[in-house]
C-alpha cells in the first residue's frame, strides 16, 4: 500500500495498518474511561442523595451507582500479537482469586504465521464476584424494584436478583475481584501526515517495548554484538 517508501510494505506483513496509523485513540477533546472500579460504588453525599464527582473537564469520575472512573484523553494504544481469535469468560466459568480476571483473552504469537501487532485498548477495573462458587456475577442494577441496586445500594440483593434471572447459583456472599478486558483499536485512523515516524518503534524506549519475537534496530541492539559488529567493519576498512 506505501509507494512512496516501499520498504514500509515489509512491515504490513506483520504489523496491522491500525498500528501506525492511530497513534492515539480519545483524541478531540472526547475522554475514555481507562478503569472502572464498582468496590467503590453506593457513596452518598452530604445531603443524603447517591453521590457524583467531576473533574476539572466536566467528566464524571466518581458515580455512587457505578464507583470510581479513570478517564484519559490521547492514549497512546497498547500493542499485541493477534491473529483474530478471542476467547471470553463467560458467566459460571470458574475464576481464580490469586490474580487479574480477564474478561477475554486475544490469541496471537509472532510465530503463528497469521497473528500481525494490533493496537489495543486495556479496560482495567473491579467489579463483584462470588467468592464462594468463584465466578463471576450478573447484578440487577436498574429497576425500580427493591432489589435493584441503583434503587437500594445492596449488592446482595441485587446480585441474588440478577442470577436467579440468569438461571445461576449464588451463594449470598459477595467480594470484588480485579478484571481486565482487551479492545482492539480500528477507530480514530489520523490523516497520513499524522501516522507514526520510524523513531516511535525504532529506539531504545519503544512503544513495542516488552513485545515478544521483536527484532528492530536500534530497540533490539546489544552492546557486545554491536561491538563486535564494528570492530570488523574496522578491521575490514
Known amino acids: 500500500p506505501h509507494k512512496k517508501i516501499a520498504r514500509l510494505n515489509s512491515h504490513a506483513r506483520k504489523i496491522a495498518c491500525q498500528t501506525c496509523h492511530i497513534p492515539t485513540f480519545a483524541r478531540g ?5 481507562m478503569s472502572w472500579d464498582w ?12 453521590l457524583i464527582k467531576k473533574d476539572e473537564n466536566g467528566h464524571v469520575i466518581y ?5 470510581d472512573f479513570v478517564v484519559k484523553e490521547n492514549v497512546v494504544p497498547e500493542y499485541m500479537w493477534f491473529n483474530g481469535t478471542v476467547n471470553y469468560t463467560l458467566l459460571g466459568d470458574k475464576i481464580k482469586a490469586d490474580g487479574i480476571v480477564p474478561i477475554n483473552r486475544f490469541e496471537g504469537s509472532p510465530t503463528d504465521g497469521k497473528s ?3 493496537p489495543v485498548k486495556v479496560m482495567r477495573g473491579k467489579q463483584p464476584y462470588d467468592p464462594v462458587n468463584m465466578t463471576l456475577v450478573k447484578p440487577h442494577t436498574a429497576g425500580n424494584d427493591d432489589t435493584a ?10 446480585i441474588a ?7 445461576m447459583p449464588f451463594s449470598g456472599k459477595v467480594d470484588f475481584i480485579e478484571t481486565e478486558m482487551t479492545w482492539p483499536i480500528t477507530h480514530m485512523v489520523a490523516p497520513k501526515d499524522q501516522a507514526l515516524a520510524c523513531v516511535e518503534c525504532h529506539q531504545p524506549n519503544s512503544r513495542l517495548k516488552g513485545l ?7 530497540h533490539s541492539a546489544n552492546e557486545w554484538l554491536n561491538t563486535a559488529g564494528w570492530s570488523l567493519a574496522g578491521l575490514a576498512l
Do not use: H, Q
Open 63 to 67: 458515580d455512587a451507582k457505578k464507583g
Open 29 to 33: 477533546g472526547v475522554a475514555t474511561k
Open 116 to 118: 500481525l501487532i494490533w
Open 149 to 158: 441496586y441503583w434503587k437500594n445500594f445492596g449488592w446482595e440483593k441485587a
Open 212 to 218: 515478544p519475537g521483536i527484532y528492530m534496530p536500534r
Open 161 to 167: 436478583t440478577g442470577m436467579a434471572s440468569a438461571g
Open 39 to 50: 468496590s467503590t460504588a453506593g457513596k452518598m453525599g452530604p445531603d443524603g442523595k447517591p
